[in-house]
């Protein structure tokens, strides 16, 4: 809820038992542990996202990307503006949840993709992309920079969050090396009593950036492609 006004719910339609998604054996003796499943949590740094497009909405004409959505609630939040919101998330069960979560809420100005940023691509680009506690991969920093860098408009904006990766200042340069700027902040959320903390960035292409790139903003839509 935003300071000085009246608060806005949104429902979130989550796993009751995540524990149960885990594979215990495999974590003792698979040669590759598998990823656990993280898409069944609100991460902190999703709630500071939710928080601050609360403070400041998305105009109704925005069209905006949830990337590495997990349960939705940043776009959420975000479609409730009235923004066109494409839910993206390399696991399908998450956009099961996402579905049925604006469904209850009475939202249908949104889609999902199922989408790995690390080798696909989308015919389309965003005026705001939304990115919460995805940075923990070092091996994907690269391609989450290109990806982040192709699907932006010309004038748009990344909010990212990161919380726990001490080298995702890595990433953060690599977008700096592209012509971004960082406006970063602080952000405090109360997750079961506690403050936590997690580290806002705010992306923009400076102006002379763009005149240098000579970038012409894209409005097309289609499916996934490989890249």
Same mark, same amino acid.
């Not at 006004?5 to 524990?19: D, G, Q, R």
């Not at 999703?46 to 069209?63: F, Q």
């Not at 950036?209 to 409005?219: H, M």
């Given at each position: 809820?935003?300071?000085?006004?009246?608060?806005?719910?949104?429902?979130?339609?989550?796993?009751?038992?995540?524990?149960? %998604? $885990?594979?215990?054996? @495999?974590?003792?003796? *698979? +040669?590759?542990?598998? &990823?656990? !499943?993280?898409?069944? %949590? $609100?991460?902190?740094? @999703?709630?500071?996202? *939710? +928080?601050?497009?609360? &403070?400041? !909405?998305?105009?109704?004409?925005?069209?905006?990307?949830?990337?590495?959505?997990?349960?939705?609630?940043?776009?959420?939040?975000?479609?409730?503006?009235?923004?066109?919101?494409?839910?993206?998330?390399?696991?399908?069960?998450?956009?099961?949840?996402?579905?049925?979560?604006?469904?209850?809420?009475?939202?249908?100005?949104?889609?999902?993709?199922?989408?790995?940023?690390?080798?696909?691509?989308?015919?389309?680009?965003?005026?705001?992309?939304?990115?919460?506690?995805?940075?923990?991969?070092?091996?994907?920093?690269?391609?989450?920079?290109?990806?982040?860098?192709?699907?932006?408009?010309?004038?748009?904006?990344?909010?990212?969050?990161?919380?726990?990766?001490?080298?995702?200042?890595?990433?953060?340069?690599?977008?700096?090396?592209?012509?971004?700027?960082?406006?970063?902040?602080?952000?405090?959320?109360?997750?079961?009593?506690?403050?936590?903390?997690?580290?806002?960035?705010?992306?923009?292409?400076?102006?002379?950036?763009?005149?240098?790139?000579?970038?012409?903003?894209?409005?097309?839509?289609?499916?996934?492609?490989?890249?």
């Amino acid at each position: 809820t935003a300071a000085g006004k009246p608060p806005i719910m949104v429902e979130l339609c989550t796993v009751a038992s995540p524990e149960e %998604l $885990v594979d215990r054996a @495999a974590l003792l003796s *698979a +040669r590759r542990v598998p &990823e656990p !499943p993280y898409w069944t %949590l $609100v991460w902190t740094g @999703a709630r500071a996202l *939710a +928080r601050a497009l609360l &403070e400041t !909405p998305p105009p109704s004409s925005a069209r905006i990307l949830d990337l590495g959505c997990g349960l939705g609630l940043c776009g959420l939040v975000a479609a409730r503006s009235g923004a066109h919101t494409v839910f993206a998330d390399k696991i399908p069960e998450c956009l099961d949840f996402v579905s049925a979560s604006a469904a209850r809420a009475g939202i249908d100005n949104y889609e999902t993709r199922v989408l790995d940023f690390t080798c696909d691509s989308l015919d389309r680009r965003f005026d705001l992309i939304l990115a919460a506690d995805i940075v923990y991969e070092p091996a994907d920093y690269e391609p989450l920079v290109s990806f982040l860098d192709r699907h932006l408009n010309d004038n748009g904006s990344i909010w990212l969050t990161e919380t726990l990766r001490a080298d995702a200042k890595l990433m953060l340069a690599s977008l700096a090396v592209r012509g971004f700027s960082d406006q970063c902040e602080a952000s405090w959320v109360l997750e079961e009593g506690r403050r936590e903390r997690t580290w806002l960035h705010r992306l923009r292409r400076p102006q002379s950036s763009l005149d240098a790139r000579g970038l012409k903003t894209s409005t097309r839509s289609g499916p996934l492609r490989r890249v």
